[in-house]
C-alpha cells in the first residue's frame, strides 16, 4: 500500500496491476464522460417531452415516455460507470478489453423509445 494512503479510496479494480499510459486512461475517461453527455441529453429529452409536447401526445403517455426516457438515463450512467471500471481493470492487468455491450443495450432503448414515440404521435 502507499505509505500516503491513495490506494484506500480507489476502488478494487483500479488498485491491481499497473498503471496504463496516461494516453489510454485518459481515452478511457473521455469515453465515459461522453456516455454522461448521452444520459444528461436522455434527461433534456424528457423534459422537453413533458414540457412541451402536450398537444401532441396525452398527459398519461407523455409522462410514461418521459419516466422511461429518465429510467434510461440512470441505467446509462450506471453502465457507463461499470464499463469504465472494466476497461480500467482490463488495461491495467493486460487483458483484453471487455466486448461494449452497452451500446447494444443504448441502441435498443433508444430504439425501443423512438418506436413508442413515434407510434404515440401518430395515434
Given at each position: 500500500m502507499d505509505p500516503s494512503g491513495e490506494q484506500r479510496w480507489r476502488p478494487k479494480p483500479l488498485r491491481v496491476?499497473?498503471?496504463p499510459d496516461p494516453r489510454f486512461t485518459l481515452a478511457?475517461?473521455?469515453?465515459?464522460?461522453?456516455w454522461i453527455r448521452t444520459a444528461l441529453?436522455?434527461?433534456a429529452?424528457?423534459?422537453?417531452?413533458?414540457?412541451?409536447?402536450?398537444?401532441?401526445?396525452?398527459?398519461?403517455?407523455?409522462?410514461?415516455?418521459?419516466?422511461?426516457?429518465?429510467?434510461?438515463?440512470?441505467i446509462l450512467v450506471v453502465v457507463a460507470v461499470a464499463r469504465w471500471l472494466s476497461v480500467e481493470h482490463a488495461m491495467r492487468t493486460?487483458?483484453?478489453?471487455?466486448?461494449?455491450?452497452?451500446?447494444?443495450?443504448?441502441?435498443?432503448?433508444?430504439a425501443t423509445s423512438g418506436i413508442g414515440l413515434a407510434v404515440a404521435i401518430a395515434v
Open positions: 496491476g499497473t498503471d478511457n475517461e473521455r469515453t465515459f464522460l461522453a441529453g436522455l434527461i429529452a424528457a423534459v422537453g417531452l413533458e414540457a412541451f409536447a402536450g398537444d401532441v401526445i396525452g398527459s398519461a403517455l407523455r409522462t410514461a415516455f418521459a419516466c422511461a426516457l429518465l429510467v434510461c438515463s440512470v493486460q487483458r483484453p478489453l471487455p466486448l461494449p455491450w452497452a451500446s447494444f443495450l443504448l441502441a435498443g432503448l433508444l
